[in-house]
């Protein structure tokens, strides 16, 4: 049997759609097709349409500030924001000139170039994969999830954090009739950032371990932010704001590296599987954390 596929080309079309038919929307599918492959010659199964959302120009792009009339800060609390679309290909993101570095290192990580070209940002967050190379990046800048459904003759939208819209492995919290439309990044320029990815080869390859990290340092080299994030050692990526908030202040000489990393350790509960052991996850997300610390000390 044949499935049924729709390919909107704005928005509200694809809203109406997905109210209308309980389609399956598809970004770039790069997650979606392994999930419904079958052997063989076989065609993927899928038990409902399809909506194709690549042809959606407002959510295939990335935008400077809110698309619209919308001021990003009425959502971020930011006057300055880029608003990624969801369905933009990873490879377009990396060109943008004003994504964040961390956020561009963990894309250049991610699979291989011709799988970028598909891959999006929007179906990395939604399949809430605890092991997804984007989402420490994402966790540690405080990206914003921005979800939208239908309602009436219009769109109702809402804007969750990161952290709070992934609840679990393949859990989140969008609904049957919303699509992730927007990741909405605060822009700010770091003095620091680290990306750290721990797999099997160097493309190609699923996360043994991930993490991410983001700081300044003030003219007197006090660390006024800081923020990390690991991926793959927890059923959600794991950052805790408590411990940020006691080394921010701090001169960036005076860390102790390994004190941090420890008062991590308490959060890293990772598991074994086929791609590595717990106690090699915990281990390496205690020397990378280590590492990115003692990086603020260093001279620029």
Not at 88 to 95: N, Q, T
Not at 120 to 139: E, K, M, Q, R, V
Request: hydrophobic share 45%; glycine share 8%; with cysteine.
């Amino acid at each position: 049997m044949s499935t049924v596929v729709f390919r909107p080309t704005s928005l509200i079309e694809a809203l109406t759609i997905l109210n209308r038919e309980h389609a399956q929307p598809f970004a770039g599918g790069t997650d979606l097709m392994v999930q419904r492959r079958r052997y063989g010659s076989l065609p993927p199964r899928f038990d409902r349409p399809v909506l194709f959302l690549d042809a959606v120009g407002e959510i295939t792009t990335v935008h400077d500030g809110a698309p619209g009339a919308q001021s990003p800060g009425q959502l971020d609390g930011e006057s300055r924001a880029l608003w990624i679309g969801a369905a933009c290909p990873l490879s377009e993101v990396l060109k943008h000139g004003a994504v964040s570095p961390v956020l561009k290192r963990s894309i250049e990580l991610l699979a291989a170039p011709g799988l970028r070209n598909r891959a999006t940002l929007g179906g990395n967050i939604a399949n809430a994969s605890p092991a997804a190379d984007a989402l420490p990046p994402l966790y540690a800048l405080g990206a914003r999830i921005v979800i939208d459904s239908i309602a009436g003759d219009g769109i109702k939208r809402r804007v969750v954090p990161i952290g709070e819209f992934i609840r679990g492995p393949r859990e989140t919290t969008l609904g049957p009739e919303e699509i992730l439309t927007f990741v909405v990044i605060p822009r700010h320029d770091y003095s620091h950032s680290y990306y750290r990815k721990v797999g099997t080869r160097a493309a190609n390859a699923l996360t043994k371990v991930a993490f991410a990290g983001v700081a300044d340092r003030d003219a007197a080299g006090r660390v006024t932010r800081f923020a990390c994030a690991f991926g793959a050692v927890a059923p959600t990526v794991v950052r805790v704001p408590e411990i940020e908030a006691d080394v921010v202040g701090h001169a960036a000489s005076s860390l102790d590296a390994e004190a941090i990393a420890d008062r991590y350790s308490a959060y890293i509960r990772p598991i074994d599987d086929q791609r590595s052991t717990a106690a090699y996850r915990a281990h390496t997300a205690h020397a990378l954390c280590a590492d990115f610390v003692a990086t603020l000390s260093a001279e620029d």
